[in-house]
C-alpha cells in the first residue's frame, strides 16, 4: 500500500486573517517536496525517466485504475457536488496530473479552507481519499455601537455593494474588509466622518463562527460655514441654494435660520454640488464659468445650542468654493449638421425651448438635447446620437451651437417576450401594446405600452428602465424586446368590514378576479350587510370584445341605504344618536331600496393618445327601479311635495321610482398605478340623462380632475418618495321637461369622501318648507284641553297651524377640491397632510318648484281653530304658499373648508384602507338662523294669532306656539373633528 498526498490550507485562522498558501501538512512532507522539485529540476531527463518509470504502471505491475473516490469531512457541500468537480473518474487510469487538476478544480471553487488528496493501493484499483474542511458559515452579524442607521440599512447597502455578506452565507475575510468599508461610507453619509469599524470573530461549532461589527460612530460632523470667493454676478445665497445636498435647511430658500438647520456633511457629495454651482452660473449665460476645487476646514461647533442652551457639540466643516465667473453670454442660435433623416430645421428646432437672444441657459439647453433624442426614438433611431459644438463670438458676446447629428439607422422590432406571466396570456398582454413585431420602434409607444399594462392592476408596477431590456442587433436592424413581469394574485377572496359615517358599521364578503382565467375579464361578487347600508352585486367584465379593444360589462345589483344623519353622528363619533326634535327637524332623513342593472361599453380613442395617457369614450345603460321611505314629516314634506314625478304626488310618488338612464363619458388617465398613483393625472367626464323609459327625467353633468407629483421634500422630483395630489370635481343635476330633478340625486356634502371635517351629508344649504301642524290647545297650568271633558278618550282639541320648517335637502350643483402630501413610512402605511374644499349650493331656484297637485294639499287646507263647538272646529282659515320652495338666506353659497393630518393604513386580510384623520376646519357654517312665520305674527287680518280660540288656552298656546315654531335656529357646525373611518377620498 502506498500513500500520494497532495494538500493545500488557506492558511488562515480566524484570528489571523492571512491569505491562503498552498502548504504540505507537516514539515516532513515539506522538506519532501522541496527534496522532490530539486531533484526533478537537476536530474534532467534521466532523472524524469527514472520517475515517470517508476509511477508509469508496467505489465508486471498490472493495470492501475481508479476507484471510486471517496470524500471526508464535507458536512454542508454534498459528495456528489464534490465528486462533480474531479477530472477522475473511476475506471479511469490514474494519472497524478489529472490529480492535479482535480485539487486545483476544488480549490478554485472557494468553498474550502483545507483540501488535502491521499493515494491509497489496493490489490484492485488505487483508491482516492480526498479531506476537504468547509470554510465557516457565518450565524450571527451583530452590530455593536450602532445608532444613526439601521440594520436593515446595512444589510440593503451590503445588497447593493455587493457585498454578498449575511447569515449563512461562508465566512471570507476580504468580504468582512469590504462590509467594514461600507458601514464607515454609510456612517461617513450621516455626519459621523471619523467613525471606526472593528470586527470580533467568534467560533461557534462545529462549523460556524459569529461576525460582530465594533462600531464607534465618533462626533457628527455637520457643514459650517459655506463662502465663495470670485462671486460678484451671483450672490452667495443664490449659490448656496444650488447646492442641493449640502445647503443649510433655512426658511425659506436659505433666508433664515440657516445656522441652526445645517445638514450633515458628507465628503462624496461635495463634487456633486460644486458642479451645482457652476451649473447654476451656466444657467444663467455665464457659459465659461469655473469651480475649482473647494477647501475644506474642520472644527469644533462650539456656540450655544438654541434648543437646549448648552454648548453644542460635534464637529463642523466650513467650505470655501472659489470660482471663476467670466463673461455672460446669449443664444446666438442653433444649428445642425448630419440629419438625413429628417431634413426640416424647424422640426429639430422647435424641440429646444429657449429662444435666440436669450441668455444661455445650459439646462434648457439639455432638456432640448434630450427632447431631440426621444423624438428620433419614436422614429426608431434608439442609437441617436447628438454632439453640440460651441462657437463664441466674443465680441457680440453670443454662443453658437452646432449639434453634429449621428442618427444611426432605424430599427424595427423583431421580437417581443414576456417573462412572469404565469397566468396571464400572451394575447392580454400583447393586446395592450402599441408596438407589434415588424413594426419600426417606438420608444413613446413602448413607453405608452407600459403605463396601459400598469393601468390593468395586473401585474407589479413596471418601470420602463428596470422591468423591460432590449437587445439589438446591429447587423439586422433589429431590436428583441423583453418585459420583466411580476403578476399579482388575480384572485381575492376576502372579508372587508369596519366604520364609516355614511355605510355605519357594516361587514361584507367578496370575491373579485381581475384577470379571469388569465384572459383579463373582471368578475366580482359582493356582500355587505351594516347599520346604515346592505347591498348585493354581481358584474362581469370583457375588455376585449371580439379581439377588439371595446369593453363590455354587467352589473345586476340591489341594495338598501340609509340616509339617517341622527345614526350617522352616533357611530361616527361615538356618541348618543338621540337629537333633540329641534335637530331632528334639520336633517333629512329617509332611506331609498332600489334593484336595478348596468350595462357600460367604452373604446379607447387612438387618435387622441398623447405622450403619457390614454383617451376612452363610454357609454351606459342603467335602469332601477326604488322606493323611499322618510323617517320624518319635514323630509316626507319635500319629498312628497317637490314636482319630480310627472302625474303623481304625495306618498304615491315615493314608490315605483324607475330610473332609466343613459350616460356617455369620456376619460383620459396618465397615472402609473391603478391603486396608490404616485405620478399622472387623469380626467373623467360624463352626463347622466334620465328619461326614457322611466318616470323621472334629470340631466347631471360631473367632471373631475386628479394629479399626482412625486415629491422630495417640498419639490417635484422623479425619484422622490413622496406624493403631492389633488383633485378638482364638479357635479350639477337639474330636472327637465317640466320636472325638476329627484331629492334623492341632490348633492349631500360633508363626509369621508369630500370634505372630512364636516358630519355626512351635513354641508349644504337649508330650505324652509311650509307644513300643517296639529299643535294641543293647551291651558295655562300645561294640561291639554279635552275634546270632551266628560269622556277623555276623545283625546285633546288639536289646532291645526301653517309654520315654515327648515330641513337641509342638499343643493343642485357641488365643486369639491382635495389637496394630499402623502409620505409613505412602510408597506400599506401612509400619513398624509390634507387640505378639503367645498362648496355645495342652490344655483337654480326653479329645482325647488313644488308640484300643483302637492302645493294644493298644502294651501287648500283649514289652519286654525278659532271657534271650537261640540268637537268641531269653526272659523278655519285657508293660507296662500308659494310654488317654489324658500332657501334660507345666509346658508347657500357658504364655502366649507378642512385641514388636517390623516393616517391611513390598508390591510390585505379586510382589503379596505382604515384611515385615522384630525381635521380642524377654518371655514363653516356658524350662524343664528331667525324663523320665518307662514303669516304675520302682527298686525291687521290674517295674522298667526288668530288661529288660535280668544280664551285663556287659546292665548297661552298662541304663545307656546310662537316659542317654539318662532325661535331661531342655532347652526353650529364642528370647529374640529377626530374620526376613525374606511373609505377613501381620491
Not at 176 to 185: L, S
Not at 536 to 559: A, C, D
Not at 918 to 924: D, E, G, I, S, W
Not at 935 to 943: A, D, E, R, W, Y
Request: hydrophobic letters at 35%; a positive charge; glycine letters at 8%.
Amino acid at each position: 500500500m502506498r500513500i500520494f498526498t497532495v494538500n493545500r490550507e488557506s492558511g488562515s485562522s480566524l484570528k489571523s486573517k492571512t491569505k491562503p498558501v498552498c502548504t504540505r501538512s507537516s514539515r516532513s512532507r515539506i522538506a519532501q517536496a522541496v527534496l522532490f522539485f530539486s531533484l526533478a529540476a537537476f536530474s534532467g531527463p534521466a532523472l524524469m525517466a527514472q520517475n515517470n518509470a517508476a509511477t508509469t504502471p508496467t505489465a508486471e505491475q498490472g493495470v492501475q485504475t481508479l476507484c471510486q473516490p471517496e470524500v471526508i469531512g464535507n458536512r454542508r457541500i454534498p459528495k456528489e457536488s464534490v465528486l462533480a468537480r474531479l477530472f477522475s473518474h473511476q475506471n479511469d487510469l490514474y494519472d497524478p496530473s489529472v490529480v492535479e487538476r482535480d485539487f486545483n478544480s476544488l480549490w478554485n471553487t472557494g468553498y474550502f479552507d483545507n483540501i488535502r488528496i491521499e493515494r491509497l493501493d489496493t490489490s484492485k484499483c488505487v483508491q482516492l481519499i480526498i479531506y476537504v474542511k468547509e470554510k465557516p458559515t457565518i450565524k450571527e452579524l451583530l452590530y455593536k455601537g450602532l445608532s444613526s442607521v439601521s440594520q436593515s440599512d446595512v444589510l440593503e447597502a451590503f445588497k447593493k455593494a455587493k457585498v454578498g455578506l449575511s447569515v449563512e452565507s461562508q465566512y471570507d475575510p476580504t468580504k468582512i474588509k469590504r462590509a467594514e468599508v461600507v458601514i464607515k461610507e454609510m456612517l461617513a453619509a450621516h455626519g459621523h466622518q471619523f467613525a471606526s469599524v472593528t470586527e470580533t470573530i467568534k467560533t461557534i461549532p462545529p462549523a460556524g463562527v459569529s461576525v460582530t461589527f465594533n462600531v464607534k460612530e465618533g462626533p457628527t460632523v455637520k457643514v459650517g460655514k459655506i463662502e465663495f470667493t470670485g462671486n460678484s454676478a451671483l450672490s452667495d445665497r443664490t449659490l448656496r441654494r444650488a447646492m442641493k445636498n449640502l445647503k443649510p435647511i433655512g426658511i425659506p430658500h436659505s433666508i433664515l435660520l440657516e445656522n441652526l438647520f445645517a445638514r450633515t456633511f458628507d465628503a462624496t457629495k461635495l463634487d456633486e454640488d460644486t458642479e451645482r454651482v457652476r451649473q447654476a452660473y451656466r444657467d444663467r449665460g455665464y457659459f465659461k464659468a469655473l469651480t475649482t476645487e473647494p477647501t475644506t476646514h474642520v472644527r469644533d461647533a462650539g456656540g450655544l445650542n438654541p434648543f437646549t442652551l448648552r454648548p453644542s457639540k460635534g464637529k463642523r466643516v466650513d467650505i470655501l468654493m472659489p470660482v471663476e465667473e467670466g463673461e455672460r453670454y446669449r443664444l446666438g442660435g442653433i444649428t445642425f449638421s448630419g440629419n438625413k433623416a429628417v431634413t426640416n430645421i424647424k422640426v429639430l428646432r422647435a424641440q429646444f425651448t429657449q429662444k435666440d437672444g436669450e441668455w444661455f441657459d445650459a439646462t434648457k439647453f439639455q432638456k432640448g438635447l434630450d427632447q431631440l433624442r426621444k423624438s428620433y426614438g419614436e422614429l426608431g433611431y434608439i442609437n441617436f446620437v447628438g454632439s453640440p459644438t460651441p462657437r463664441i463670438d466674443e465680441a457680440k458676446k453670443l454662443i453658437y451651437l452646432n449639434i453634429d447629428i449621428d442618427e444611426g439607422k432605424p430599427f424595427y422590432v423583431s421580437r417581443i417576450e414576456f417573462t412572469g406571466n404565469t397566468i396571464t396570456r400572451d394575447k392580454v398582454i400583447r393586446r395592450e401594446l402599441l408596438l407589434e413585431e415588424g413594426q419600426v420602434y417606438n420608444s413613446r409607444l413602448w413607453d405608452l405600452s407600459i403605463l396601459r399594462l400598469n393601468q390593468l392592476n395586473y401585474f407589479d408596477t413596471l418601470k420602463a428602465d428596470q422591468d423591460s431590456e432590449s437587445r439589438q442587433n446591429a447587423d439586422d436592424g433589429t431590436v428583441d424586446l423583453l418585459l420583466k413581469l411580476k403578476e399579482k394574485g388575480k384572485n381575492s377572496i376576502g372579508l372587508n368590514g369596519g366604520i364609516s359615517g355614511l355605510s355605519g358599521t357594516f361587514i361584507g364578503l367578496n370575491y373579485s378576479t381581475n384577470n379571469f382565467l388569465g384572459l383579463g375579464e373582471t368578475l366580482s361578487v359582493q356582500a355587505n350587510i351594516g347599520d346604515l347600508s346592505r347591498q348585493l352585486s354581481f358584474g362581469f367584465t370583457e375588455p376585449y370584445l371580439h379581439n377588439k379593444p371595446i369593453s363590455l360589462g354587467m352589473q345586476v345589483f340591489t341594495q338598501k341605504y340609509d340616509y339617517n344623519p341622527a345614526k350617522s353622528y352616533g357611530i361616527a363619533n361615538n356618541q348618543s344618536q338621540n337629537l333633540t326634535n329641534a335637530q331632528q327637524s334639520l336633517l333629512t332623513n329617509y332611506n331609498t331600496a332600489t334593484t336595478g342593472l348596468t350595462i357600460t361599453t367604452s373604446e379607447p380613442l387612438r387618435h387622441l393618445w398623447t405622450r403619457t395617457g390614454v383617451a376612452r369614450i363610454g357609454l351606459a345603460y342603467a335602469l332601477s327601479r326604488s322606493s323611499v321611505s322618510t323617517f320624518n314629516d319635514n323630509t316626507r314634506n319635500v319629498f312628497q311635495s317637490l314636482a319630480f314625478r310627472s302625474g303623481v304626488q304625495g306618498p304615491n310618488q315615493l314608490n315605483g321610482i324607475v330610473t332609466s338612464v343613459l350616460t356617455p363619458s369620456f376619460t383620459f388617465s396618465s397615472l402609473d398605478r391603478a391603486v396608490g398613483p404616485h405620478n399622472g393625472k387623469d380626467f373623467n367626464f360624463d352626463i347622466q340623462v334620465a328619461g326614457i323609459g322611466g318616470n323621472v327625467k334629470y340631466y347631471s353633468p360631473q367632471l373631475s380632475y386628479r394629479q399626482f407629483f412625486p415629491m422630495k421634500g417640498l419639490k417635484v422630483n422623479r425619484e422622490g418618495h413622496n406624493v403631492l395630489g389633488y383633485r378638482i370635481q364638479f357635479a350639477h343635476t337639474a330636472g327637465f321637461g317640466g320636472d325638476v330633478a329627484p331629492p334623492t340625486n341632490r348633492f349631500y356634502s360633508g363626509g369621508d369622501q369630500d370634505i372630512r371635517g364636516f358630519d355626512v351629508r351635513s354641508a349644504g344649504p337649508y330650505t324652509f318648507i311650509p307644513t300643517r301642524v296639529m299643535f294641543n290647545l293647551t291651558n295655562p297650568d300645561g294640561n291639554t284641553v279635552p275634546i270632551d271633558p266628560t269622556n277623555p278618550t276623545l283625546g285633546s282639541i288639536k289646532i291645526p297651524i301653517p309654520v315654515y320648517r327648515m330641513v337641509s335637502i342638499g343643493g343642485d350643483t357641488s365643486f369639491t377640491s382635495n389637496v394630499e402630501y402623502r409620505i409613505p413610512i412602510v408597506s400599506q402605511v401612509t400619513f398624509a397632510f390634507f387640505t378639503d374644499f367645498n362648496l355645495t349650493f342652490d344655483a337654480q331656484a326653479s329645482q325647488l318648484r313644488q308640484s300643483v297637485a302637492g302645493q294644493a294639499v298644502i294651501a287648500g287646507a283649514s289652519y286654525g281653530c278659532p271657534t271650537f263647538v261640540n268637537g268641531s272646529c269653526f272659523g278655519g282659515q285657508s293660507v296662500s304658499f308659494p310654488q317654489q320652495l324658500h332657501v334660507v338666506p345666509g346658508t347657500n353659497f357658504v364655502p366649507r373648508m378642512s385641514n388636517g393630518a390623516e393616517l391611513q393604513v390598508i390591510l390585505p386580510i379586510v382589503n379596505a384602507p382604515f384611515r385615522l384623520y384630525y381635521a380642524y376646519n377654518p371655514l363653516r357654517l356658524y350662524k343664528t338662523i331667525p324663523q320665518e312665520l307662514a303669516v304675520p305674527n302682527s298686525g291687521v287680518g290674517n295674522t298667526f294669532q288668530s288661529f288660535f280660540p280668544n280664551s285663556d288656552a287659546g292665548l297661552y298656546s298662541y304663545q307656546q306656539a310662537v316659542q317654539y315654531y318662532g325661535a331661531n335656529y342655532l347652526l353650529r357646525e364642528p370647529r374640529k373633528t377626530f374620526r376613525l373611518t374606511v373609505s377613501t377620498t381620491f
